[in-house]
């Protein structure tokens, strides 16, 4: 018992808590404020892993967390400027504390009262935000990927003439997606045995949108081939490029042929907050299911991923599997146990992040947070515009742009090398932080915006900086 004692003594926690609270404190400081100026400590992957091996026998116990913070990519500092996860607003590092404490696992409404209700607390109010009327609720789940996969499984439970969660397959059944739709999506739909077939990719326009003029046609090739469509799903906006499809023709389509309407608005569904861009996700309130990722526009700690329906009854009847030991088989609708209609068995206390938010700051922070990014997008082109040595992939309508170096002396294929090379000097030696895609054979740099505090100067600077890397 003498390791458990020492592992439960809260004396002893006390101490250690204040202690970290501090350095998350001085992490939050030193990022934020650059003092701290690298963002990432670059070692290769081998290096890494002999260093933690060695820390584990040999490293000091008290620099554990100290040695963490320092090891890990720092998404606080303004020149972090590449993945789309969120620098937390802080007080949600809290509530992560607290959800980690009380682990109430959340499968049956006594294993989470709070965090149960306060989950219905929260889809209610998003639904009402997205647009929807009293029919609507939803769910929060692990990250958008599962989210995306749930409301697929809702969408063919609904849809398909025949039951595939009971009887198995037996028909070709597809879905309709853009061909730069995340790739979740498509691993959704091989999951559920739709195999390549079953994934109708719509080709995108010159401007990256879901090419919707050719909905009918691929539509009427897939019905010739006995494929059985039930869903459409429109990227809000696509994680490459950040553009939006154009919801308003999907939804219009999706009703002529009475299938389901998913949006995977796992970046920018948040725009829903913002009334300078929430006209980017006008049809939102068309569609019977919505993706929107906590953790990456609304400054949450991964993962937290709300679900939404437009008729609650559809994410009820999911996964209508029997677990009678957790779950009495009730008629009624019981909301408040939500293993019922989420993956997840035992799931964290996620909502008690979004309730903290807005219970703390109101809605406003998301205003805020989403238009000051969304801005500096657009800002961010006019700057590339004006340089002569690069250019924009596609003009931004969000917080994700993607530009490339260019020379007029060089080919394509040389350029390509040039901006894959520069990118990875960029990473390794830590000052920045961007990303890097390939767009149609072209090889981009890839900015998303996360962080309210970078500003224009620090895109000019990079944009120096990457000059500077070539000569
Ligand atoms: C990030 C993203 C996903 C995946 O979400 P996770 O929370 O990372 O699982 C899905 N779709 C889009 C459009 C995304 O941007």
Not at 104 to 129: H, P, W
Not at 219 to 245: C, H, M, N, R, W
Not at 283 to 298: F, Q, T, W, Y
Request: net charge negative.
């Amino acid at each position: 018992m003498k390791k458990l004692i020492e592992a439960y003594n809260s004396e002893n926690f006390r101490k250690k808590g204040h202690k970290l609270i501090d350095e998350i404190a001085n992490h939050f400081e030193n990022t934020i404020q650059e003092k701290n100026s690298k963002v990432i400590h670059w070692s290769q992957p081998n290096d890494e892993h002999i260093f933690w091996k060695d820390y584990l026998e040999n490293g000091n116990q008290e620099n554990l967390f100290s040695t963490l913070i320092s090891h890990s990519i720092h998404v606080h500092n303004p020149n972090y400027i590449g993945h789309q996860v969120a620098p937390i607003a802080p007080i949600t590092a809290l509530s992560a504390l607290l959800n980690a404490t009380l682990n109430n696992g959340m499968a049956v409404y006594e294993m989470g009262m709070a965090s149960s209700t306060i989950e219905r607390v929260i889809t209610d109010f998003l639904c009402k935000k997205v647009g929807h009327d009293l029919d609507s609720n939803g769910i929060l789940t692990s990250g958008g990927t599962l989210a995306n996969l749930t409301a697929l499984l809702s969408a063919r439970k609904a849809i398909t003439t025949t039951d595939v969660w009971k009887d198995g397959n037996k028909n070709k059944l597809g879905i309709m997606v853009s061909e730069d739709a995340h790739y979740c999506i498509d691993r959704a739909a091989r999951i559920m045995g739709l195999g390549e077939d079953g994934i109708i990719k719509i080709p995108a326009t010159i401007d990256f949108k879901m090419d919707t003029s050719l909905l009918e046609e691929y539509y009427q090739e897939s019905l010739k081939k006995g494929i059985e469509i039930f869903a459409i799903v429109g990227s809000a906006p696509s994680t490459s490029t950040g553009i939006y499809d154009d919801l308003i023709a999907i939804s219009k389509f999706s009703k002529e042929k009475n299938i389901w309407f998913h949006i995977d608005g796992a970046h920018g569904g948040a725009a829903i907050f913002s009334s300078k861009y929430k006209h980017t996700v006008k049809g939102l309130e068309n569609a019977d299911s919505v993706v929107i990722d906590g953790h990456k526009m609304m400054m949450m700690p991964a993962l937290t991923t709300a679900l939404l329906f437009k008729n609650g009854h559809n994410s009820h009847a999911t996964f209508s599997q029997k677990a009678d030991y957790l779950l009495e088989d009730s008629k009624e609708e019981d909301w408040y146990n939500l293993a019922k209609r989420t993956f997840e068995c035992t799931k964290t206390m996620m909502s008690i992040h979004w309730f903290t938010l807005l219970k703390t700051y109101g809605e406003e922070i998301f205003d805020e947070y989403i238009t000051t990014l969304y801005d500096l997008g657009y800002e961010f082109a006019q700057i590339i515009a004006s340089k002569p040595n690069f250019e924009l992939a596609v003009k931004p309508v969000s917080n994700i742009i993607c530009f490339r170096y260019i020379n007029e002396n060089n080919s394509n294929d040389e350029l390509n090398e040039i901006n894959e090379k520069v990118r990875q000097k960029v990473l390794e030696k830590g000052e920045f932080y961007i990303v890097q895609t390939k767009l149609r054979g072209i090889h981009y740099l890839r900015l998303t915006i996360m962080n309210p505090f970078t500003t224009a100067l620090h895109l000019n600077k990079l944009l120096g900086y990457i000059l500077n890397e070539l000569e």
